[in-house]
Structure formats: structure tokens, C-alpha cells
């Protein structure tokens, strides 16, 4: 675990809700644009039992616990849903879609990533496709996997941080003509908060 805080869910669907979080270490993505690279190396983090890790989400009394990463489904996470569903605190995570999903989930945010390619199974299981957008090419591409999620999937384009202010206006203009889509942007970093 390389850490947790208790904040507003600042991305997708979801942005403004308040939010416990939980960042699990390890990834082997590698996207060079990734702003929490220290989460990769997941032997630099401690591990925390699942009933010290719910005791916490419980305390900050959120509704919601988004479980991210690094890649969380990397690890099996079937034990961390079932202790949070059990407390009536929603489940949700956010991943590259690169493993399966374990654990059960109410709200799976998939974030796929050019240097890794997702595993077939998370296309049916997604609630929410959010494309980061660091080229321009990156708004064709996310069209690729739109066609592959259910059609009641929330489709989202968010420009990377750094290159927010050239990339906004293309997602802008994409999405005035292709209306399915919806802007993300980080709430939080405008905010100051995690």
C-alpha cells in the first residue's frame, strides 16, 4: 500500500464526491507521462491488512473507496471488496484494464494505456472509459476502445496535466460533434487537494 487519504474524487462520473482512497503500489505500465511513478516499485510500500485498511475508510466515514494505483488489479482484491461492501461503503477502482478484475466492484473506471495492452475481459466490466489525452492521436485511439464497451459505458477524454492547455481545446471540439463523449478534467489540481 503506498498510501491513503481521504479527498473528492476530482476525475470521471464521479468528480466532486467525496472519497476515501487507496493507493496500492506496483505497476508495469510505464507511462512516461504518469505522475505517481514513485507507485511502481510495489517492494518500496508496505503491506497493510485488508481489516486496517477498511478501519480507516470506515473512520473518514466516505461513501465511496476508489481503490488506484500504480495498476491495482495486479493484486487480488476480493478480500478489500467484500470487507468494504460489507460495511455498506461503495467499491470502486481505477485501472488500466491490463489484468483481470478481481473482487466485486460497484464502479470500474478503465483508463487504457498505449504501452500495455488491456485484457479482453475488462471492456464488458467497465462503467467508465477515461482516455488520457497527450497527443492528439490519443482521441482517435480512445475511439477504438469506445466500440468495445457497452453501449451504457460513460465515455470520457481528459486531457494529461502538462499538456492540458493544448489538449483542451481539441477534446472540446471533439466532443461537440461526437456528443457520447463527456471532458474530465482533475478537479483536484485545480483545487490543491490530493
Known sequence: MMETFYSVQGEGTYAGCPAFFIRLGGCDVGCVWCDVKDSWDASKHPQIKVTALVEQVVLSGAPICVVTGGEPAMHNLELLTEALLEKGIRAHIETSGVYPLTGT??????????????????????????????????????????????????????????????????????????????????????????
Open 105 to 194: 466492484w460497484n464502479w470500474v473506471t478503465f483508463s487504457p494505456k498505449k504501452f500495455k495492452s488491456p485484457h479482453e475481459s475488462i471492456y464488458i466490466a467497465a462503467n467508465e472509459l477515461k482516455v488520457i489525452v497527450f497527443h492528439k492521436s490519443d482521441i482517435e485511439w480512445a475511439g477504438e476502445h469506445a466500440s468495445k464497451v457497452d453501449t451504457t459505458c460513460s465515455l470520457y477524454l481528459q486531457p494529461e496535466w502538462e499538456k492540458r492547455e493544448s489538449m483542451q481545446p481539441l477534446i472540446l471540439d471533439f466532443i461537440k460533434k461526437n456528443t457520447a463523449w463527456r471532458i474530465s478534467v482533475q478537479t483536484h489540481k485545480y483545487l490543491g487537494v490530493e
